[in-house]
């Protein structure tokens, strides 16, 4: 150990981040993911470098050996994948990968590859609502990032503008989704109790292990994820719920084989097949969901049935379509 290399402490000042080798081997290979570029992974990859698992790259063009680069895979384990931090977590790891872009910069005078980094990581973190809506804007985020390492793309502000606007039109309309799931919820659970001792007191339990109540709901539950009982609004098919079909490239057809007229845009939700916005909420609970309706949308989201088009019945009415088992 060379003892001139040790410096002094500054009270008030953070520690200077290093990059070990490894990061800059692994780069050149494959995108190091973000969560490696915590500061606390950043010293872990430092004080662990002898012991951090590492496997062989393929040759690159004009070589005839590959070189040892970090396992990505293995180490995801312990550091996190793409997507997994939380939005201080990434302010964190994106300073700090900003930094790695810098020194990896090959022309120092326009800087353009880490330019790129500043324009990216400081839009997100000038954002009015970045935390409230980091849930929906770090997929967003992460697709940028790898369509520049991929295709080499440039910067392209009215590019970022146009898919945050999608992004936070997406967010409004799960959150409204989760809102309707959890009232539709309540509505099943029925009206609180109001007596002067509590229905659930100790006398009144059941003897034996208790048993949950079960509800048979048209939704998924707040976890996002659909249950078994969920019934699509686009294919009236139960076990998934419209968001199915958003991604989906194949052809999606009614139980009869006949085609379906709704679909699932992303940025939109449910619309018509013009891309008009249907309401959710209608068409699961019909006249009923007129008030809220009104207070949430006005006249800005359709009151058709998703199933055929028509204003005479909301979706879950079962009128123009066999009720599925």
């Given at each position: 150990m060379d003892g001139a290399n040790h410096v002094e402490r500054v009270v008030g000042e953070p520690i200077p981040i290093e990059f070990y080798q490894s990061l800059y081997d692994t780069e050149i290979c494959v995108a190091v993911p973000l969560p490696f570029f915590l500061t606390q992974n950043?010293?872990?990859?430092?004080d662990e470098a002898s012991t951090l698992p590492t496997i062989k790259?393929?040759?690159?063009?004009?070589?005839?050996?590959?070189?040892?680069?970090?396992?990505?895979?293995?180490?995801?384990?312990?550091?996190?994948?793409?997507?997994?931090?939380?939005?201080?977590?990434?302010?964190?790891?994106?300073?700090?990968?900003?930094?790695?872009?810098?020194s990896r910069d090959k022309s120092r005078a326009n800087g353009e590859h880490a330019a790129w980094f500043e324009k990216h990581f400081n839009f997100f973190n000038m954002l009015n609502k970045r935390d409230e809506l980091y849930e929906a804007w770090k997929v967003m985020e992460l697709e940028f990032?790898?369509?520049?390492?991929?295709?080499?793309?440039?910067?392209?502000?009215?590019?970022?503008?146009?898919?945050?606007?999608?992004?936070?039109?997406?967010?409004?309309?799960?959150?409204?989704?989760?809102?309707?799931?959890?009232?539709?919820?309540?509505?099943r659970s029925g009206p609180p109790y109001h007596g002067s001792a509590s229905p659930f007191s100790q006398r009144n339990l059941p003897r034996g292990p208790f048993q949950p109540p079960t509800y048979s709901q048209p939704f998924p539950s707040g976890s996002g994820k659909p249950s078994s009982s969920a019934v699509c609004l686009i294919c009236a098919q139960r076990g998934h719920n419209l968001f199915f079909h958003q991604k989906t490239t194949t052809l999606v057809k009614f139980s009869d084989s006949k085609a379906v007229w709704a679909k699932c845009s992303p940025g939109l939700g449910l619309v018509t097949p013009e891309n008009q916005t249907i309401c959710i909420n209608w068409n699961v609970r019909g006249a009923e969901a007129a008030p809220q309706c009104a207070s949430l949308h006005k006249d800005d989201?359709?009151?058709?049935?998703?199933?055929?088009?028509?204003?005479s019945h909301h979706t879950l009415s079962w009128t123009c379509c066999t009720k599925t088992a």
């Open positions: 950043l010293r872990t990859l430092i790259s393929n040759p690159a063009p004009g070589e005839t050996k590959g070189t040892y680069i970090l396992n990505i895979d293995k180490l995801s384990g312990h550091f996190g994948k793409e997507l997994s931090l939380t939005c201080s977590q990434w302010s964190d790891a994106a300073a700090n990968m900003w930094s790695f872009q810098i990032r790898q369509d520049h390492r991929s295709r080499h793309l440039k910067f392209s502000a009215p590019d970022y503008d146009k898919a945050l606007g999608l992004t936070e039109e997406s967010h409004k309309l799960r959150k409204e989704f989760q809102e309707l799931v959890a009232s539709s919820q309540i509505q989201r359709l009151h058709l049935c998703s199933f055929c088009g028509s204003k």
